[in-house]
């Protein structure tokens, strides 16, 4: 049955019910057992985000925390995961991976492959991305272009409660890597959630809203913008069909061509900075394999192609919002040769 | 009063373990020696890193694990492998680039691995490795399975962030983990003299709570003994050691090093310090191993040295149907 | 060198404290570090009694780095002053005993006239037997220091340099300690505390830790608060360091021995210690160790593998080292006024007065 909790609590969920059923998932990272050696409560934190609250009395031994050190305990988790365990790591924020990134991007993404298919590495990376909080350049970026540019990982960015639970429990339950992406302004956000445990398979995208004069295609929280510039935009008469990928790596490529098709054209919503990111990619993917079906050239909105600055004044400005994205969208309904 | 060797001393080996352990060093050394001379011939592609002059490390700890440890190694990999138990033929193979290899000519010498052995793989990145067998010991640790993991590391990488987290968080989650320090005296061609400050990675062990030795790296038993040591510990829930092995490798960085940086140690080395030598001379002294036996087992390794070579140069290449298979398990 | 020059060697094992000891047991950790300072404290010491050049050993292992680099970044006005340092780097550093060896041989040659040594008992054994009879002081900085005493380094420099100037004559600062030669047809060994035969068959790690394999021991001498073997024979039937007798017992498995001594012999490990006989062990006398192969140890430290059918002999022998007693050369010193002086200028103001 479904009821309303928010995405910290769609996470969370996900997590005890994984921890639930198999014994082999264990929980890692900074602060998530509460703050061990500290002389406050056990789990009095369950993470910075309080994702993991409530786990470390329910699984005994199997929350752990860790030093700030996270080249040792992601590593940890990934090493754990070739023996037999299957570790969910806490990289508190996706900007930290600059100090740990040769344990995912040169150990976890590469055994299966350098090892002549003998290796499996079923580990999850939580990791929170994006910005609004004002929490300035060094812990507000996008950074899952760059994880998706990897052969070997998988790249989750979850768009709403119910996508966080479903995702969380395949990547679990996944036996590749998984880099699973939350948007650290999404926490609170609430929406149905079935109770029992489900998955929701990697590469399948889901379509958000159903339109014939534009495709939008949206990433992580770029999604709920999408859908609000939909609603201004049907006012005008335009029809939107925003498509969320889900997962960028793999992308189901399938559902964007299509769509892009059927509407004739293409709007990317993507909070990474513009060079290589996922509009860039899913641009040069449409311009290749749907270039006959376009009827006006692609547009991108993207945050521009500068740190994340902390003044809310520029914040604002950067992080792409409805009104940037129905501008877009006019672009591409009204051009003409 | 004449007394008798009678009583066995705790670790030590009896003759069949001793020919087990000669067998390991003398495979890893003829391995090397041949890979070097093959090389030069222009037929093995890549980087290759020789382990050669190194054998007592890897043998001498290697010989106390089973497979519910896990090791992890580095780009100077082949001899932990050998002495992990990775088939040897598939390891030449692999080195050649072909099919057979044991990683499918898809790895290559700085990634040979075995997880079915717990051999996590050599690794081409300097201290890529100790943070894995955090991993590995925890697991073990959690499943209770009584084994250990253990890290090779070299001078150079004792001076990665990664190796230092390592150690830290070993010791913070008393994993059973143990941290072997090949100390060869050279990252690349730069002096761990210069590059190691306070010079003695052991040092360090102290600054992350754990105890921090050094052993003669040329002797097997001296290995030999700290590692049991170490791994009884580790195994007995005491926690991570570390342990500084010291010796000097035979050949250069890489296979086509003109080792300029370095003076005569390798010839003096070879000549008075050799691990095999030594083995040899001592096991033989003292009656435990008869040199006949030695030397069978010298001709079988070669035996099976030049059958690894022969196979290797004859198996097939990976095809282009294998190019973009083993990324992921699912896609 | 003019006459009034006053040499004086340090030579620092960089080896020591490091061995399987630290695992086994909790045996102190030393580092590099530790080892610099403690060469710049004795020669701190050493210049403000006079001495005016310091021999100092090299290593790779960064004891002698360090100590150069401290030298050069020396203050003039603000730091003490220093002897003339000389590194002694002549012959190639081999990372064995041999460089202690080869560096005291130097000091003695260029006329030292006293021969510091940092390490512990492995140490003072290899530099015992290279410094003839130039008066040694063995400091700590190793696991079993049984010989070696625990001194923090200035005092003792101080001590070695007023021996070394003369200011204290040696036949009052210095005591001549007895040794254990250990040999075989054609290997020997020498030891200034113990020898200890194990059925131990290799060298491997060196130090010695399971009871169980030991079958004799001999010791130049046994204090009742020693550390290492030697306090086996320290609680028993102790032997003090300045009578010349040293003690020689038979041991056994605890459960057959006739006395189990529950001995510190390694930091951090106190074991028992089965002992059937002992006896005093007079200078001069041979004794054949009744172990056919095996291990000998001297100082703690597995040195000998015996092949299957060797033996090999002990003799105590009195011509040891002279060895600087700090605590006497420092009385004398206190009783002579050596590091007093009156300020004649004070006491005719205090006069006036």
Redesign the interface.
Known sequence: MARTISYREALNEALAQEMERDESVIVLGEDNAGGAGSPGEDDAWGGVLGVTKGLYHRFPGRVLDTPISESAFVGAAIGAATSGLRPVAELMFIDFMGVCFDQIFNQAAKFRYMFGGKAKTPVVIRTMYGAGLRAAAQHSQALYPIFTHIPGLKVVVPSSPYEAKGLMIQSIRDDDPVIFCEHKAMYDVTGEVPEDSYTIPFGEAGVVRDGDDVTIVAIGRMVSVAEEAAKQLADSGVEAEIIDPRTTSPLDTETILESVENTGRLVVVDEATPRCNLATDISALVAKEAFGSLRAPIEMVTAPHTPVPFSDALEDLYIPDAQRVANAVKTVVEWKR | MTDTLSTAVSHELDGNALLDAYRTMRTIRAFEERVHAEFATGEIPGFVHLYAGEEASATGVCVHLDDRDAIASTHRGHGHCIAKGVDVKAMMAEIYGRRTGSCHGKGGSMHIADLSKGMLGANGIVGGGPPLICGTALAAKQKGTGGVGVAFFGDGASNQGTTLEALNLASVWQLPAIFVAENNGYAEATSSTWSVAADNIADRAAGFGMPGVIVDGFDFFAVHEAAAEAIQRAREGGGPTLIEVKFTRYFGHFEGDQQTYRADEVANAREHLDCLKRFRTRVTETGQVEAAQLDAVDAQVTDLIDAAVEEAKAAPKPTAADLETDVYIEY | MTSDTVTVGVVAN??SG???R???AQAS?F???EKANMVQRLLTAFASVGVTRALLSTD???IS?AVLRASRARRPGRDGAWPDVVFCADDAIT?TALDTTNAVRRMVADGARLIVCLGGDGTARVAAAACGDVPLLALSTGTNNAFPRMREATVAGLAGGLVATGAVAAETGTRRATVLHVGTADRGETALVDVC?S????????ALW?P??L?ELFCTFAEPDGIGLSSVAGQLCPSPRDEPDGVAL?LA?PEHARWVVHAPIAPGLVVPVGVDAWRPLPVGEPVEI?????VIAVDGEREL?L??SETATVRLCAEGPRCVDVSAVLAEASANGLLCTENHVAQRKERQR
């Open positions: 960089p080896a490091r061995d399987i630290r695992l086994v950790v580092p590099t570090a790779l292992g960064g780095a990372g035969a059925r131990s068959r290799h060298i491997g790690s060196r399971h169980e394999t079958t038979t498995p009744g172990l056919r192969g095996g593998e092949t299957g």
